[in-house]
């Protein structure tokens, strides 16, 4: 890389003590999966808004996912709802996939959408509703196992609105016992992640309400199974970095769901609301992987499942997608020039102020250099976003018309 910026940022990270080209490496691999229910229409409780060119079957999802994986080539993998993304072959669907250069990502089960799972689906009290919630997770089992899938990602959506309601520990009993079924037809490779939501539906009480329900689970359950952190499903002032630096500690943190929020469970395009949340979150995940010391901790941090869960409303979806994964990138590459060694001297030392400066220092630093550096030789463009709005392909799409696979 012959730029001048470039170079001027090399030096000026040298002299930090910062190992660029260490960097470099560790952006080419990073890898953020995005969700095939983001290419199609969403909206809010009161109304789906329709767009045109939006997929009308998976295979179209799969389509425009490889396009954020053109434009930025780190979203190697597409999610899967099911039924959203319910086909009749799933062979067909994973050739599909890979003759577009992407994978089938985490199979996600749909345990909101029947009529019968109003009052709950596996910690409903009717035993038959039960079995069908059940049912349907041993489902997705065996299509993760077709389309070639190692995770099971699980957002369990149960609970109550008023006290009285229902026994909170039955249903704690039977949600038990239906992922305890789950998790012993998973394969040895293969994980169930597991989410938690503090509220939402529910607004009572919730079967996972936290990371610590969803850790104890998890343990409970075995080493395939592990937690999923979605950045929008805590109470505000949550310090998510912290959940994330004691599930690294014990060996449980599975993967993410990137999206902002500024109320609640938001599904906003990542980084737009709590950029430095997102950098302290990499932070926690980069000291674990130099932990040699903790040679568990780091396998856990290498086996870290980045995935989007969001709902774009009111932007186009292709573009915002390659949003998110700038705006990743972006604050993975700044916790990426976090100088370590005088981070652990300083906190040695008891140096708060320093130790403080070390890590913000990083966060300050123009990382544009760096990203195009990498871009360049993962030969994709230098301006994603752009490049994809110049490629035609919008224009392509309209054919699709409007009122494609909504969810």
Not at 56 to 79: C, H, I, L, M, W
Not at 258 to 270: E, G, S
Request: aromatic share 10%; net charge negative.
């Amino acid at each position: 890389m012959s730029d001048a910026r470039y170079q001027m940022f090399e030096e000026i990270q040298r002299e930090r003590g910062i190992n660029v080209e260490e960097a470099k490496q560790m952006l080419k691999k990073l890898a953020v999966e995005t969700p095939s229910w983001g290419y199609g229409d969403s909206g809010t409780r009161f109304k789906v808004f329709q767009k045109e060119g939006v997929p009308r079957n998976p295979f179209e999802k799969f389509e425009d996912a490889a396009q954020v994986q053109k434009y930025t080539g780190a979203s190697p993998s597409v999610a899967i709802h099911i039924p959203w993304d319910k086909v009749e072959d799933y062979s067909q669907l994973r050739q599909h996939a890979e003759s577009l250069g992407l994978k089938v990502g985490a199979v996600n089960p749909n345990l909101f959408q029947e009529p019968e799972y109003m009052l709950g689906s596996i910690t409903n009290s009717n035993k038959k509703v039960r079995r069908k919630a059940i049912d349907h997770l041993l489902e997705c089992v065996d299509i993760a196992k077709e389309v070639g899938s190692e995770i099971i990602s699980l957002w369990l959506a149960d609970g109550t609105n008023y006290p009285g309601q229902a026994d909170i520990r039955k249903r704690k009993n039977w949600m038990e016992e239906a992922l305890r079924e789950t998790y012993d037809k998973l394969d040895d490779h293969m994980r169930l992640l597991i989410e938690y939501k503090f509220f939402e539906p529910a607004f009572y009480h919730t079967d996972l309400a936290d990371w610590g329900m969803a850790y104890n689970t998890a343990m409970k359950l075995g080493p395939k199974a592990e937690v999923l952190v979605d950045l929008g499903h805590h109470p505000q002032g949550t310090n998510v970095e912290h959940i994330v630096a004691y599930l690294l500690d014990e060996k449980r943190l599975g993967g993410f769901h990137f999206n902002a929020r500024k109320y609640a469970d938001d599904d906003l395009i990542a980084a737009t609301t709590n950029p430095y949340e997102l950098f302290l979150i990499f932070s926690q995940i980069l000291s674990a992987l130099r932990d040699e010391d903790h040679p568990e901790v780091q396998k856990t941090a290498r086996r870290i499942s980045y995935m989007i869960d969001q709902s774009h409303n009111i932007e186009p979806k292709i573009p915002a997608m390659i949003r998110s994964i700038l705006n990743i990138q972006t604050y993975y590459a700044k916790a990426l020039l976090i100088n370590w060694d005088e981070l652990v001297k300083a906190q040695g030392e008891q140096d708060v102020l320093r130790a403080e400066n070390i890590v913000r220092e990083a966060f300050e630093q123009d990382v544009t250099p760096l990203l195009n550096a990498v871009r360049e030789e993962m030969n994709v463009p230098q301006d994603p976003i752009k490049a994809f709005l110049e490629s035609g392909y919008l224009e392509k799409i309209r054919v699709r018309g409007i009122g494609g696979a909504s969810w």
